[in-house]
DNA sequence: TTGACATATACCCATATGGGAATATATAAT
DNA sequence: ATTATATATTCCCATATGGGTATATGTCAA
């Protein structure tokens, strides 16, 4: 199986670095153009479509015509669910002392869990 | 140029939705066992160690040797980015009322800016 | 109508992928 | 030494990719 589609969720969507500055360009929540932002990142045109259109079928951009031109909007809310994840984690790198005081918790636990773990009655597969 | 490396950053090795669940598990601070992996989440030992591979390569994860076993163990700290990346956007979707303020405002300088973008003499590319 | 401008699409291509199955490697147990 | 256990690695394969270039589409201007 092949890796899934970059229009799969937002995770793929944004892992590709070109997209994340496209979204980035589109952070301050006002529409932008197609040349805007080909201008603003030097970016060839079809490569920013390309990335836009990729962005529009997860939902985290939305067009709106205006003459020849296409606006895109940041729906940044689509965005939230990456921000739920990995809040699941900010524990792990704020408050210095807090974390070593988890990383001490750590390895007791694993001296205790280490001793009746590997204990032969008790494998692991 | 195909899409790049999924170990070529966070951004790519997290967009896979088992690499994400087995940080997950590995999510409580606690070393595993690649086999503990396997029985948690049921999936086939091969690509616990393929993902295991890609989660090490990217830096979110350590091995430790003990006896037969790999020892995987969490380096959340290398999360940070994606956290850092995404929380610029949290304005977004946090406080109804703010939200409502900001696209008020927004359409009020859209409309602004359509009037004098959009003439004739500032083209856009 | 004709031409300039803005954007989207269509092709072509090299490449990394994730899954499955089989197998190799390493360590422990008997 | 042989066997069992734990994990990694190797192959094979279908497929989505992102870039580049060229072109189609759509809209405005003269």
């Known amino acids: ?21 496209i979204i980035g360009v589109l ?4 529409a932008h153009a197609v040349g805007q932002v080909v201008k603003t ?3 060839p045109q079809p490569a920013v479509s390309k990335h836009l259109g990729v962005l529009r079928k997860v939902g985290i951009v939305s067009i709106s015509k ?14 939230k669910p990456v921000h739920d ?3 699941t984690y900010e524990r792990f790198w704020t408050h210095q002392l807090h974390r070593i005081k988890e990383r001490a918790e750590r390895k007791a636990i694993e001296r205790l869990a280490r001793k009746s773990r590997l204990a032969k009655d008790e494998p692991n597969n």
């Open 41 to 43: 990142l030097r970016i």
């Open 66 to 79: 205006h003459g020849q031109r296409r606006l895109y909007r940041l729906n940044a809310e689509e965005l």
């Open 85 to 87: 994840w990995v809040k």
């Open 27 to 30: 952070g301050d929540g006002r």
């Open 1 to 21: 199986m092949p890796r899934a589609a970059t229009t799969t969720d937002v995770f793929n969507a944004i892992a590709e670095p070109r997209r994340r500055e």
